[in-house]
């Protein structure tokens, strides 16, 4: 008999923290600053000579922005969504990702998990240290020269990210 009035008791006493619950409030990539940050990314490739496609992504992954350059590979569509949905998912940048991969036996099953692509090229938009999106960026010679596009791209909206 103890036991069910311990439970009891237990259990009453969790009402008021259940009940002081509120909605989780979460900040995400606008649908403006999306589009500017595929532009501005693009661009920052574009003056470099290189045929990019840059994709924006909210903090959960979903396509927000999609941008494909005049020349741009049709691979680099499918690749720049998973540099974005890899860097939104991990809260990291790829080219840390796929280091940590390569250094961690365990690490390289990252690969296997659906949309994840393990090369350089996926950044996370920031406001503070709080993740609210990504940008990934494919069709660069090289995923560090599309990290550096990506870096480009948010640094232009970077006053407006607060």
């Known amino acids: 008999m103890s036991r069910i009035l311990f439970a009891a008791a237990a259990a009453l006493a969790l009402v008021p923290a259940i009940a002081g619950a509120q909605v989780l409030q979460e900040r995400n990539i606008p649908l403006g600053i999306a589009q500017e ?18 994709t924006v992504v909210d903090r959960a992954g979903v396509v927000r922005a999609v941008l494909r350059a005049d020349r741009a590979g049709p691979h680099t569509v499918a690749a720049s969504r998973d540099k974005a949905f890899t860097a939104a998912s991990a809260r990291n940048v790829t080219s840390a990702i ?13 690969a296997s998990i659906e949309g994840f692509l393990l090369l ?18 494919g069709g660069a010679p090289g995923g560090h020269l599309d990290e550096e596009c990506a ?4 640094e232009k909206v970077k006053a407006k990210l607060r």
């Not at 350089?120 to 960026?137: F, I, L, M």
Request: with cysteine; proline share 4%; net charge negative.
């Open 37 to 54: 940050i595929a532009q501005a990314t693009v661009e920052a490739c574009a003056t470099k000579n290189f045929n990019v496609t840059a």
């Open 151 to 154: 870096n480009a791209g948010i």
């Open 98 to 110: 796929a280091d940590g991969a390569e250094k961690n036996p365990a690490a390289r099953h990252l």
């Open 120 to 137: 350089a090229g996926g950044v996370p938009v920031k406001v503070g240290d709080e993740v609210v999106g990504a940008v990934g960026v």
